[in-house]
C-alpha cells in the first residue's frame, strides 16, 4: 500500500526552464509535506516543507503547492540549475515518521 | 554545528555474523529516526526513537533487528545473523522536538557477502 507515489520516475528540463515535481498522497491524516533532495551515496537533504493546512510555501527558487482536495502536491524550482540534478522524494509525516515516495530523477541540461 | 553523523560508512559482513550502525544526532536534537534504502527502492521508515525510548518501531522486521537511544552516546542499529537480504543502505535521521523537518546523515552502506 504506496501511500505517497511519485509517478514519474524520470524527468529532464533545459537549464534556466520551471522544474515541475509531481507527488500523490492517499492518506488525508499526514500533517505536514516535505521534499528532500539526494545525490547517489548520500543521505537526503531537506529542501521545503509545508503544512496540512497550507497550500502552499516558498523559499527561494523553490515553491511547493498543495491541493488537499485532490491530494497532491508538487515542487516547482525556478530557474533550474544544473546543480539541480539529483534524485527528488516527497515526503508525509504521519505519527513523527516519514513515508516517502518512490522518488524522481531530475536531470538539467545546461 | 556538525549534522547527523553515521559510522561507519561502508561495512561489510558475513552471512551470520551481527552488524552495529552507529548514529549521532544533531546537536540539541532528541529525536532519531532510522531508514532503509534498498536497491531500487525507495527509503523505507524502520524505527523512532527518543533518549532511552521506542517511540514507534512499527518498520522494524520482526526478529534479528533491534534499535536502542541510550541516554548517553549515539544512538545503534543492530542487526543479528545478517542475511543477503539486509544488504542496504541505512539512514539515521534526527530532528528537534516538535518539527517535522528530519535532517539525514550521510548512510551506512551495509554489504552482506
Known amino acids: 500500500d504506496q501511500q505517497v507515489k511519485q509517478n514519474s520516475p524520470s524527468l529532464s528540463v533545459q537549464e534556466g526552464r520551471i522544474s515541475i515535481l509531481n507527488c500523490d498522497y492517499t492518506n488525508s491524516m499526514f500533517d505536514y509535506f516535505l521534499w528532500y533532495k539526494k545525490y547517489p551515496a548520500e543521505g537526503p537533504t531537506f529542501l521545503i516543507s509545508?503544512?496540512?493546512?497550507?497550500d502552499k510555501n516558498e523559499d527561494g527558487r523553490f515553491t511547493v503547492f498543495l491541493n488537499k482536495s485532490a491530494k497532491h502536491l508538487s515542487l516547482h524550482i525556478v530557474p533550474s540549475q544544473p546543480g539541480d540534478s539529483a534524485v527528488y522524494f516527497c515526503?508525509?509525516?504521519?505519527?513523527?515518521?516519514?513515508?516517502f515516495g518512490q522518488g524522481t530523477t531530475l536531470q538539467v541540461k545546461p | 554545528n556538525a549534522g547527523v553523523m553515521q559510522n561507519p560508512r561502508h561495512l561489510v559482513r558475513r552471512r551470520g555474523q551481527e552488524a552495529r550502525l552507529r548514529c549521532s544526532p544533531m546537536k540539541g536534537h532528541s529525536h532519531v529516526y532510522w531508514y532503509r534504502q534498498l536497491p531500487e527502492e525507495g527509503l523505507k521508515f524502520m524505527v523512532y526513537l527518543q533518549k532511552e525510548n521506542i517511540i514507534d518501531e512499527s518498520g522494524m522486521p520482526k526478529e534479528r533487528f533491534s534499535a536502542e537511544f541510550p541516554k548517553e552516546g549515539p544512538s545503534i542499529l543492530r542487526i543479528q545473523q545478517v542475511v543477503r537480504g539486509d544488504s542496504a543502505a541505512y539512514f539515521c535521521a534526527s530532528s528537534p522536538p516538535l518539527a517535522p523537518e528530519q535532517f539525514f546523515g550521510p548512510g551506512t552502506r551495509l554489504t552482506v557477502l
Open positions: 515526503a508525509a509525516t504521519l505519527t513523527g515518521k516519514l513515508i
Open positions: 509545508i503544512s496540512s493546512i497550507k
